[in-house]
C-alpha cells in the first residue's frame, strides 16, 4: 500500500469541501502545543504538556518511537533543514536537541532565565533561534559550540521567531504588541512593527519572502510587506484570539488557528476565506497546525488538543471556490483638521464634506464626518469599498496633549491657520506641524506616507496679512505639499481642496481589510446609532437593539462576531469600550471633552498648583454645562472615571494621596512661577529638542516620581525637584522656546552624588531619544562654578582639554571647576538605572490605573469573579479578596448560606471555589446545579483555590485551574487574577 491514501471516514462532523482525513494520531495524555513536518515530510513531531516528544510515521500514521521525555511541558518543536536534528524549547527554561533519526538526545542548550515559547532553525540550519518569557531572543551557532548572542528589543515576553528564507532577517512577535525585525549578520533591530493591540502570537514568512503574516490576540492576522514594514492587509473573520498562521508550501494559501474553535483557510492574494473547519481548543499557547512539506496535507488537532488529525487537501476544489459573495474588502483613509483654536477648522469641515456653512464656536474633543464613501472595482474584478473619514481635532492649548494621541495613521493632514489674525496668523502651525512629525516617527515604519497641507482660513474677513514670499518659504522649509487660501463661507478654493485631499490620498498603499458582509451590516448599524446621538450602551443592550433591527440574522456565532466587529472600530477610534461594565461609549469624543475641562480646571487651580481633587473631578465639579448634557448622573461619572484613566495610563496626570484624599496632579499646568529663576543652582546640562514639549516634560516628570530612586519634591510652571533616595536635590527646568522646540536644564544640590547625577541625567538622555524628534536633540554639558556661580564657556572648556587639563579654576573665587563628562566625573563604573525606573514607573502607572478601572467595576456593580466559601474561612477569603482589589479585580463574596441563583451567575465572568479548613463551600442543590452550568457552558474560567488550612495531601480534579495560596504568598494572587481576567500565556495547561 506504500503511497496509498486511506480516507478514514469522520462522524457527525460537517467538513469544508476539500477536506478528507487521512489519519488520527493518538498517544498523548495532556494538551499537544505544536505539530512540526520533518523536512522530508515522512516524520511528524508533536510537543505537549505530557512533558514529551513524540515522533510520527506520517505514511502510516503510528508511533516511530517511545516518547521524548522532557523536563517539563515543551511548548516548541522544530526540524533542522537536513532533518538530523530536532529542537524543543521547554517550561524548564531549556532547549533539548534531540536526534531525528533515533530519538535520542544530544545536548540541552542552557541560558533562558524563562520559559521557552518558540524555536526556530536558520535556512542554512547553521543557526537556532529560541524565543523567551525573559523578554529576550538567543540565537545558537551550531558551528561554534552551540554558543549564543541575545537580542534584546522587546519590553515583554517573546513568543515567536522566524526567519526569512535568505536568512538574512529574523522576525520576532511578543507579548508587547510589536513585531521586530532583526539583521542577522549583526545582530542588530532595525524596524519595530506596531498595529496590533493585542499579543502577537505568531509570526511567520511567506514562502517568497515578500511578506509576514502575524497571529494576535486582538483576533486579527495582519499582513505585513517585508521591504517597507507597511501593513498591507488585515484579515477579520476570527472571533476569538488568533494564536497561529502558517503559509502552505507553495505560498497559495494561509492558514490560521483561533481560540474562536476554528481553523480557517485563506486564499493568498484576494484573501478570501474560503474554509472553515471547527476545532474546539481549550489552550491558548496552541501552535498545533502545519502544511505538509511537499504533498496536500494539513495537520490539525481535536479531542481536547491530545489527538493529531491529518487531512488530505484538495488543492483544485478550495483555490477554486468562490468566495467573493461574502467577503467585503475596504480601506479607510484618515484626514485631519489641525490648529489652534479659533482659526476655522470647523466651518472649514463643514465646508469640506459638502455641509451648508453655519457659524460655529470652538470644537470640543474631536469631531469625525465621512469625507467620501464609494466603491471602486479592482483590476481583477473584485469590488473594494473605500472611505476617507475627516477629524476635526479641537485646537485649545487644554487639547494638545490628547491630541496627540489621534495623530496615528494619518493620510492627509490639513494645518488650518487663521489669515484675519493680524498680530499671529501663523500661530500653532510649527507646533501641529512638529506633532504630525513626531507621530510619524513613533509609528516607525509601518507609518504610512503622509500627505500634508497648508491652509490659510477666513479669507473673507481680510487677506492674509504677510508676504507670500514667507509663506512659500513656510510652505518649502517644512514639507507642505501644498498650500490654498478658502473661505468656508464664500467657498473659495474649497473645490480645489477636495480635490487635493482626493489626490493626496495614496489608496495603494493603505492596509487592505478583508472581512464579511456581516461585519458590513453589523458596522453600518453602529455608524447609525452614532448619527441618531446614541452616547453610552452595555454591548448586550446594544446587541439586543441590532438583533432587534436584524430579525433575519441566524448566525450561530452572530454575539461573537458583533462583539469582533466592535473591537475592530474601537480600533479605529469609532467607539470606545470601556475598561469596566462592559460599557460601548458611541461618541468617544466625550472623553476628550472631559479631558480638556480637567486640564483647564488644573490650569486654573488656586496657587498655580496645577492640580485638581480625585473626588472632585469623578463627582464632575469641573465638567462645562455643555458637556454633561443627555446623560445622568452615574453615567456621567462612568465617563470621568474612564477620561481620568486614561490620562493616568498615557503618564499624563499623576495621582498623589494627601492626608484628605487623592490629588491629580497635573505636571504642565502648574502656573506657580519657580522663587528665584534667574538664579537656577548647580545647572549641570542642557537639552534642546523639538517634538510635543509639554507632553514630552509632562510623561518625563511622572516616570521620575514613579521611579522609586528619586521622589517629588516641588513642582512649578516647567520645573520639578525630586529627591534622590541616596540623597542629593535633582531638578529640570522647562522652556518652550517656540512651538514644537523645547529646552530642559538639569540642576542638582552639592549633596547630590556623581552617581546620582549621572542616572538622572542619563535617563533623560534616553527619555528625550524615546520621544523627541529625531536628529533634534542637542545636548550641552554646562560648567558653573558651585560656590558663585560664574560659568565658563564651552570654547574655553574645549581649549583646556586640548592642552590636557581636566579642572579650570573659577576666576572670581579660584575654585576647582571640573571639565569632565559623562563617564569621565565617575571614580567608578556605575550601573545604568534606566530599567529599573522603566519597571518601577510602569507598575505605579499600571497600580494607579488598575485603582480607577476597580472605582468604574465598583460603580457598574461589574464583578469580575465569584468567590465561593465556607463561612470558617471569611477571614482568608476577605483578605484575598482585597488582594484581587489592589489589582484591579472585583470579587464577589455572597453572604453565608445564601443559595446562588441563575441571575447571580449570569454575568459573572469567572467562579472560584475556595477550599480551606471548612467543608465544602456549598450546600445547597441549586448552588450545585448553577455552578455545574457555568462549568458545562464554559462561560468562564472556574478555579479551585487552596486557602490557609487546606489539607496539603488534598488534591484537586486533573483538567482544572487551581490555585495554592495556602501560604498566602503573592505569586498565587498574581496567578489567580491572571485566572480570573482570562489572561492566557498563564494558563499552560493548568500548571
Not at 235 to 249: D, I, Q
Request: charge should be negative.
Amino acid at each position: 500500500m506504500e503511497g496509498k491514501v486511506v480516507p478514514v471516514p469522520v462522524a457527525s462532523e460537517e467538513l469544508p469541501a476539500g477536506f478528507s482525513l487521512r489519519h488520527k494520531l493518538y498517544g498523548h495524555n495532556n494538551i499537544i502545543y505544536q505539530v512540526a513536518w520533518s523536512p522530508n515530510g515522512r516524520t511528524l513531531a508533536s510537543a505537549s504538556a505530557d512533558r514529551s516528544v513524540r515522533l510520527w510515521d506520517a505514511h502510516y500514521g503510528r508511533l516511530l518511537h517511545d516518547p521524548i521525555g522532557q523536563g517539563d511541558y515543551v511548548f516548541s518543536v522544530a526540524w533542522s533543514p537536513d532533518g538530523r536534528l530536532l529542537a524543543s524549547g521547554c517550561y524548564d527554561e531549556t532547549i533539548r536537541l534531540t536526534d531525528g533519526v533515533t530519538g535520542l538526545p544530544v545536548r540541552d542548550l542552557t541560558g533562558h532565565d524563562g520559559p521557552v515559547y518558540n524555536v526556530a532553525w536558520s535556512p542554512d540550519g547553521r543557526y537556532l533561534a529560541s524565543a523567551s518569557y525573559d523578554h529576550t531572543i538567543r540565537v545558537w551557532d551550531s558551528h561554534n559550540d552551540w554558543q549564543c548572542r541575545v537580542l534584546e528589543g522587546h519590553s515583554d515576553w517573546v513568543m515567536s521567531v522566524a526567519w526569512s528564507p535568505d536568512g538574512l532577517t529574523l522576525a520576532s512577535g511578543s507579548r508587547d504588541e510589536t513585531i521586530c525585525f532583526w539583521d542577522m549578520n549583526r545582530g542588530t533591530m532595525f524596524r519595530k512593527l506596531k498595529g496590533h493591540n493585542d499579543i502577537v502570537n505568531s509570526v511567520v514568512w511567506s514562502p517568497d519572502g515578500l511578506m509576514l503574516a502575524s497571529a494576535s490576540d486582538d483576533q486579527t492576522i495582519r499582513l505585513w510587506d517585508a521591504a517597507s514594514g507597511r501593513l498591507h492587509t488585515l484579515l477579520e473573520g476570527h472571533t476569538g484570539l488568533v494564536l497561529y498562521a502558517c503559509f502552505s508550501p507553495d505560498g497559495r494559501l494561509l492558514a490560521s488557528k483561533s481560540r474562536d474553535n476554528t481553523v480557517r483557510l485563506w486564499r493568498a492574494g484576494s484573501w478570501e476565506q474560503i474554509a472553515t473547519l471547527k476545532e474546539p481548543m481549550t489552550s491558548d499557547f496552541n501552535r498545533g497546525l502545519a502544511f505538509h512539506p511537499h504533498m496536500p496535507m494539513l495537520a490539525t488537532l481535536s479531542a481536547g488538543e491530545r489527538m493529531i488529525r491529518i487531512w488530505n487537501l484538495d488543492d483544485a476544489a478550495l483555490l477554486g471556490m468562490d468566495a467573493s459573495a461574502d467577503t467585503w474588502h475596504y480601506r479607510n483613509a484618515k484626514v485631519i483638521l489641525v490648529g489652534d483654536s479659533g482659526v476655522g477648522k470647523s466651518g472649514l469641515g463643514l465646508a469640506l464634506t459638502g455641509r451648508p456653512w453655519v457659524k460655529t464656536g470652538s470644537t470640543h474633543g474631536c469631531r469625525i464626518w465621512t469625507f467620501a464613501s464609494e466603491d471602486v472595482t479592482l483590476p481583477d474584478g473584485r469590488q473594494e469599498t473605500r472611505e476617507t473619514l475627516l477629524w476635526d481635532l479641537a485646537g485649545q492649548p487644554g487639547y494638545r496633549q490628547t491630541n496627540q494621541l489621534h495623530l496615528n495613521e494619518v493620510s492627509v493632514a490639513l494645518v488650518v491657520f487663521d489669515a484675519s489674525n493680524e498680530e499671529r496668523p501663523l500661530a500653532g502651525v510649527q507646533h501641529w506641524d512638529r506633532a504630525l512629525r513626531q507621530a510619524l516617527r513613533r509609528q516607525g515604519d509601518s507609518a504610512l506616507p503622509l500627505t500634508k497641507y497648508l491652509i490659510a482660513a477666513r479669507l473673507d474677513q481680510g487677506g492674509v496679512p504677510m508676504w507670500h514670499s514667507r509663506l512659500q518659504n513656510i510652505v518649502r522649509t517644512m514639507n507642505f505639499d501644498g498650500y490654498f487660501e478658502t473661505s468656508a463661507k464664500e467657498g473659495w478654493q474649497i473645490a480645489e481642496l477636495i480635490e487635493a485631499i482626493r489626490e493626496g490620498i495614496q489608496w495603494d498603499v493603505l492596509p487592505r481589510v478583508s472581512s464579511n458582509e456581516l461585519f458590513q451590516t453589523i458596522r453600518q448599524f453602529v455608524i447609525e446609532e452614532k448619527k441618531s446621538g446614541h452616547i453610552l450602551s452595555t454591548v448586550t443592550d446594544l446587541y439586543r437593539l441590532f438583533c432587534h433591527t436584524s430579525p433575519d440574522l441566524t448566525t450561530a456565532d452572530l454575539r461573537a462576531r458583533f462583539d469582533t466587529c466592535l473591537s475592530r472600530m474601537e480600533n479605529r477610534a469609532l467607539l470606545r469600550r470601556l475598561r469596566f461594565g462592559n460599557y460601548v461609549l458611541l461618541q468617544p469624543e466625550l472623553l476628550d471633552a472631559y479631558a480638556s475641562d480637567l486640564v483647564d480646571a488644573a490650569h486654573n487651580a488656586p496657587g498655580g498648583l496645577g492640580t485638581v481633587s480625585e473626588a472632585d473631578a469623578l463627582d464632575g465639579r469641573f465638567i462645562s454645562p455643555s458637556h454633561s448634557r443627555q446623560l445622568d448622573k452615574e453615567q456621567q461619572r462612568l465617563l470621568l472615571i474612564a477620561t481620568v484613566e486614561e490620562l493616568v495610563r498615557h503618564e499624563i496626570v499623576l495621582k498623589e494621596p494627601t492626608d484628605v484624599g487623592t490629588d491629580l496632579i497635573f505636571p504642565s499646568q502648574f502656573t506657580r512661577e519657580w522663587p528665584n529663576l534667574t538664579e537656577l543652582p548647580g545647572q549641570t546640562l542642557r537639552f534642546t529638542f523639538e517634538g510635543p514639549v509639554l507632553n514630552i516634560y509632562a510623561v518625563l516628570v511622572i516616570r521620575l516620581a514613579h521611579s522609586q530612586l528619586y521622589n517629588k519634591k516641588e513642582m512649578y510652571k516647567n520645573a520639578a525637584t525630586f529627591t534622590a533616595t541616596v540623597g542629593g536635590t535633582c531638578g529640570i527646568y522647562l522652556q518652550e522656546l517656540e512651538e514644537g522646540q523645547g529646552e530642559i536644564i538639569l540642576f542638582f544640590d552639592e549633596k547630590a552624588s556623581e552617581a546620582t547625577r549621572y542616572q538622572f541625567e542619563d535617563y533623560v538622555s534616553v527619555h528625550l531619544k524615546r520621544r523627541a524628534l529625531p536628529g533634534s536633540i542637542h545636548r550641552e554639558r554646562l560648567y558653573n562654578c558651585e560656590k558663585c556661580g560664574i560659568s565658563i564657556t564651552e570654547e574655553q572648556v574645549n581649549a583646556r582639554r586640548r592642552i590636557g587639563h581636566t579642572i579650570m579654576h573659577c576666576p572670581v573665587c579660584e575654585k576647582p571647576i571640573s571639565l569632565l563628562d559623562r563617564e569621565e566625573r565617575l571614580a567608578e563604573p556605575v550601573p545604568s538605572a534606566i530599567a529599573a525606573i522603566d519597571r518601577a514607573a510602569d507598575a505605579q502607572r499600571d497600580k494607579a490605573s488598575a485603582e480607577l478601572i476597580l472605582k468604574g467595576k465598583i460603580t457598574a456593580s461589574d464583578y469580575d469573579v465569584l468567590l465561593c466559601h465556607n463561612e470558617s474561612d471569611a477571614e482568608a477569603v476577605q483578605a484575598l479578596a482585597e488582594q484581587l482589589q489592589e489589582r484591579g479585580i472585583l470579587p464577589w463574596l455572597p453572604e453565608n448560606g445564601r443559595a446562588l441563583s441563575e441571575d447571580d451567575l449570569a454575568n459573572m465572568k469567572a467562579v472560584a471555589v475556595c477550599v480551606g479548613q471548612g467543608k465544602v463551600p456549598w450546600n445547597n442543590p441549586e448552588t450545585v446545579k448553577y455552578l455545574q452550568q457555568f462549568v458545562s457552558q464554559a462561560a468562564g474560567p472556574f478555579i479551585l483555590i487552596a486557602l490557609p488550612g487546606c489539607p496539603a495531601a488534598k488534591r484537586f480534579p486533573d483538567g482544572v485551574l487551581n490555585v495554592n495560596w495556602r501560604d498566602r504568598q503573592p505569586e498565587g494572587i498574581d496567578l489567580l487574577a491572571a485566572y480570573i481576567a482570562a489572561e492566557r500565556k498563564h494558563d499552560v495547561s493548568n500548571r
